[in-house]
C-alpha cells in the first residue's frame, strides 16, 4: 500500500501530466526503476528564443531517505532541463563567467556545469506541502512553469552560443544587460 | 497599498514573529528611495565550524504591478551576502568552487557579483494568490530551512577559499566541494 506521501508524489506528477496535456505540450510518464527510483514527467519546451530551440524538461520528485521522511513535511520536486553536452574545454572558462553572471539574475534555480563540467543544465527545485489542495498544486506548478519557459527563452540563445565557443562572456553579458538577449552577433 | 502588497507585508510580519519566537533576530527595512520592496533581515544563529554570524535578507522580487496582476503570483527572494570586496583572483577562484558546488546544492544559487565583487547565495520560492498565508508561511519556513542548512555545510570551505587558505581545486581534490 502507498504511503501518503508516495500517493501525493503520484498524484501530483499525474496532474502535472494532464495539465501539460491540455496545453497540447508533448508528455512521458516514466515509472519509477531500480535504477531511477522516482515517477519521472517529461516533456519538450520549444520555440525558445529567436532560434527557436527545444529543450527537454524533466520534472520529479526528489528522493528522501526514510530515516529523513519521518522529520519532512515537505516533498521536494525539480524542473531539469540539460542545454549543453559535451562542453569543450577551451569554452569553459568563458562559459564560467557567463554562468556566473546568469546565476545572478536568475528568478529562480542555477544554472551549472555537472558530469565533470561536460554537461550545462538548469534546475530549480522547490518544497510542496502535502496538505497543498490540487488546485494550489496546480497554481503553484503553472507558475513555476512559466518562469522557468521565460527564463529559457530569454538566455538560451546566449548560453550555448557560448557554450559553442561563437559568442564571448563579455559580449554575452553586454547584450543581455542591453535587453538584446538572444546572444546574436550585430 | 495594493491587496497584494499587503498580503507580502503580512507574510513578512509573520515571518518575523514565528522566526522570533524560534529565538532569530529580525528587522525589517521598510521601502525607500530606489528601494521598491520591504527587506526582512533575519540574523540566524552562527554558521558552520566557524560560526560565522550571516545575514539573510528576505524580500519578494520586484516587479511591475500589472506584470503581478496579470500572472497572479510572486517571487520571495532569500539572500545572504557571504563576503564582500573580493580580490579579481579570489572572484576567479570562488566561481570555480560555486560552478563546482551548484549541481549539488538542494536548492538555489551560489555566487560571485562580479559588479559588487560579492559571494552570495540565493534561494527563491513562487507564492501564488490563491495560496492562504498559512501554507505561504509554510512554504517559506521549509525553503529558509534548507537554505541556512546549506550555507551551514557550505560557507566554511568557501571562506578558507576566500582567506587563501586552501584553492578550489585543493578542495575539489579533499572533495570538500
Known sequence: MMKDWQQFERNTIETLAEEIGKLEMPFKLFEPEEKMPVQILVTILDDLGEKEQSVKLEICFLPIEEEQRKDASFNYIQFFSILGNDIRQETAESLLKFINYLNTVLPIGNIALGENDKILCMKYRFPLLQNMNKEQVIMMMDAVLAVYIHTLDTYTDAITEVAAGRLGADEAIRYCISGDNRGERQ | ?177
Not at chain 2, 515571518?15 to 528611495?33: D, H
Not at chain 2, 544559487?109 to 501564488?128: C, F, H, V
Open chain 2, 1 to 177: 497599498m495594493g491587496v497584494r502588497k499587503e498580503l507580502e507585508k503580512r507574510l513578512l510580519d509573520r515571518i518575523a514573529q514565528e522566526l522570533g519566537a524560534l529565538g532569530f533576530s529580525t528587522e525589517t527595512v521598510l521601502p525607500e528611495g530606489e528601494r521598491r520592496e520591504a527587506v526582512l533581515l533575519i540574523s540566524p544563529e552562527n554558521l558552520g565550524d566557524r560560526e560565522d554570524k550571516l545575514q539573510v535578507e528576505a524580500s519578494f522580487l520586484p516587479r511591475k504591478e500589472e506584470e503581478i496582476e496579470q500572472y497572479g503570483y510572486n517571487v520571495l527572494q532569500l539572500f545572504s551576502c557571504l563576503r564582500e570586496s573580493l580580490s579579481p583572483g579570489t572572484c576567479n577562484e570562488l566561481a570555480r568552487a560555486v560552478l563546482r558546488l551548484n549541481p549539488k546544492i538542494p536548492g538555489g544559487a551560489l555566487g560571485i557579483d562580479e559588479r559588487k565583487k560579492m559571494l552570495y547565495y540565493k534561494s527563491s520560492i513562487i507564492l501564488t494568490d490563491n495560496m492562504d498565508e498559512r501554507v505561504g508561511y509554510s512554504l517559506i519556513e521549509i525553503q529558509l530551512g534548507i537554505f541556512l542548512n546549506t550555507l551551514d555545510r557550505c560557507n566554511d570551505v568557501l571562506m578558507d577559499i576566500a582567506d587563501g587558505r586552501r584553492t578550489a581545486d585543493e578542495a575539489i581534490k579533499k572533495r570538500l566541494i
